[in-house]
């Protein structure tokens, strides 16, 4: 479904129609994003400042709403200046994690208040620094090209990145595709650098596959433990044979796969009685020597291998597989303005959690760059005024090179 916005100004506040607005710096569009309060699925305000920025500068913006079931609705925009070929995408989210405990933090989350040569705010790098640098950088390439810019700059932004990713980028995609899109390559603006600009750019992600592992056994007294049967053993067990081999060895792009389990638990309450039940969950960070299915076959070998007894096994749908954009053309010119700006050659990585590029790899090329990412989701995230800046003249070079002849 998709609705119409009224006009508005980078603040979010309507605004008559009026001259055009000049162009903006990423860090006036960053700082109109962090005074909205985007928690997932919240909108908050984050994606009209966009509208309010794009459609004056003669963006085709349109906003659309998804929904399924079991998840909230949630808010996307597309927009789009340029009607021919080459297409540059930019994607990302506006939707941030909560703050925690508002009271702990330095300056509030949600003020985009700039102290110390930083700016600060949930969100600040993870990712509405990323999207504010990109924006910026579109509005002033359109500002200087006027008439005669070559080719198409699109936005594809949801507000369902840090939820399920459900009513988000894929389904947005789903949309764009049906409407005729086509793009010829994406950046998605996650903070890619783990402490300096210029260190890290992603070509590619792990998979993520979560599975749980229930053994039963037969409930008793801990004196009597002859009349019981305790799980516990054999399951620790069972998870020493999940972690006992290595997944396999990793690839020329991807580190080894790693098994990691993230709960053990019995529900039990007392400290005399043997459970009938235990239970773990884990979760994979599978590389492309994988699917969810080869890699769930191997689990149920392993498991059924170490001999545990009664058991169940089941693992949650798998929306995450691993993917990668080889190394070419667009991930060339993508690192060559990441060091023309920082003077830094990035490594290119698929390290870290998934992203929504796994969605949009499927449409054209991926590359992920964006700010510093050691405050991402942490109290007091921030980022540096100076970094932001640069981001923005880095996009700015993907986008002159891209869309020149
Ligand atoms: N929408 C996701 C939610 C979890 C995604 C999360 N990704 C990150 O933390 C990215 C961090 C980074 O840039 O390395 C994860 O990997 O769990 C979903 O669909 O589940
Ligand atoms: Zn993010
Ligand atoms: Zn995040």
Redo the contacts with the bound molecule.
Sequence with gaps: MERPRPRRGADGCEEPEGPAVTTPSALDVLRALLRCPSVTPAEGGALDVLQGWLEPAGFAVHRVVFSDANTPDVDNLYARIGTGAPHLVFAGHTDVVPPGDAASWTHQPFAGEVADGMVWGRGAC?MKGGVAAAVAAALAHVAERGAAMRGSISFLITG??????VNGTAKLLDWARERGERFDACVLG???NPSRMGEMIKIGRRG?LTGEISVEGRQGHVAYPHLADNPIPRLMRALDALKAEPLDAGTAHFDPSNLEVVTVDTGNPSANVIPAECRARFNVRFNDTWTPATLSDEIRRRVAAAGVGAHRLSFAPC??LAFLTEPGAFTRAVAEAVEAETGVAPALST??????ARFIVRDCPVVEFGLV?QT??AVDERVSVDDVAALQRIYGRVIAGFLSP
């Design positions: 993870d369902d990145e840090e939820g399920p990713a996650e903070p890619t993520s929306n995450a390290t870290g959690g998934t992203s929504d990412g991402m989701h």
